[in-house]
């Protein structure tokens, strides 16, 4: 990772979680990262340690996905940038231009898009659009950062990226994550007794084993699974917040 700033002599980088750490390279101001095993995914602190101090947070994430980079010019659709689904891409916008990306489904197949950025400390307002290779629209999400779209055949699908008003620079940072993978939109009853062991509902998405559910969210069906929670029952848990930043 490469930290930019003021008064970055001697850097050093300092994680709220003791399986995160950073090693300096003989390249300034840049770190590389180290990502311990038992670490949950989810988004952690990160400062700067220096010879002045002590800076202020931002946030790392931790995620459980293949990681890739954006690559330069792909601000068109014909040079859009080729990335396998199962993937989280890692780019910043630009000034009055728009990202590219292209990915491969199959009939049928359930394929989410996040987009991170606020929640990352980014000054980006993510806006999204799917397109047939044509480019034609398919599907948008214009501040969400969020799209759900069902392959109607198999092929490639492009993904535009960019800021809403079009703004750009290193400040403008994106995770934009392409998955078919499950993703959790509400449980019901959220709220399990202290040392007890109840059902609940998980509404949601790609859900493995879950059935349709009569509920809908922005014109999208949902699905439903009923599992077992057990909720922890001990003194410290009732104190504990045993859980990261949470992301959309």
């Known amino acids: 990772v490469a930290v ?3 008064e970055l002599d001697e850097i050093q980088l300092r994680f709220n979680h003791p399986g995160l750490t950073a090693k300096a390279l003989t390249n300034a101001n840049q770190l590389a990262v180290s990502v311990a095993g038992d670490v949950p995914p ?5 400062r700067v340690l220096g010879r002045f101090g002590l800076s202020n947070p931002r946030t790392f994430i931790v995620g459980t996905l293949g990681e890739a980079l954006e690559k330069n010019g792909n601000n068109s659709l014909e040079n859009a940038q080729e990335i396998p689904l199962e993937t989280t891409v890692n780019g910043r916008t630009e000034n009055q231009a728009a990202d590219f990306y292209k990915f491969t489904v199959k009939k049928g197949q359930r394929v989410l898009v996040e987009c991170a950025t606020r929640d990352l400390d980014s000054r980006a307002a993510g806006a999204l659009l799917l397109l047939s290779p044509e480019g034609r629209e398919l599907e948008r999400a214009r501040l969400s950062g969020s799209l759900d779209h069902t392959a109607a055949a198999d092929g490639a699908l492009i993904l535009k990226v960019h800021d809403f008003v079009y703004r750009g620079g290193d ?5 934009l994550t392409i998955t078919s993978g499950p993703r959790i939109d509400f449980v019901f009853p959220p ?8 059902k609940v509902t998980v509404f949601g998405r790609n859900l493995p084993g879950g059935s349709p559910a009569k ?8 699905e439903q ?3 077992n929670v057990a909720a922890p029952g001990d003194a410290l ?3 504990r917040l045993a859980t990261t ?3 959309g």
């Open 171 to 175: 400040q403008y940072f994106y995770r």
């Open 42 to 46: 989810g988004a952690y602190e990160a």
């Open 237 to 239: 848990a009732r104190q």
């Open 215 to 222: 509920v809908s969210v922005d014109g999208k069906a949902l």
């Open 225 to 227: 699974l009923v599992v």
């Open 245 to 247: 930043l949470a992301l």
């Open 4 to 6: 930019t700033g003021a």
């Open 191 to 198: 709220a399990v007794e202290p040392g007890q062991t109840a």
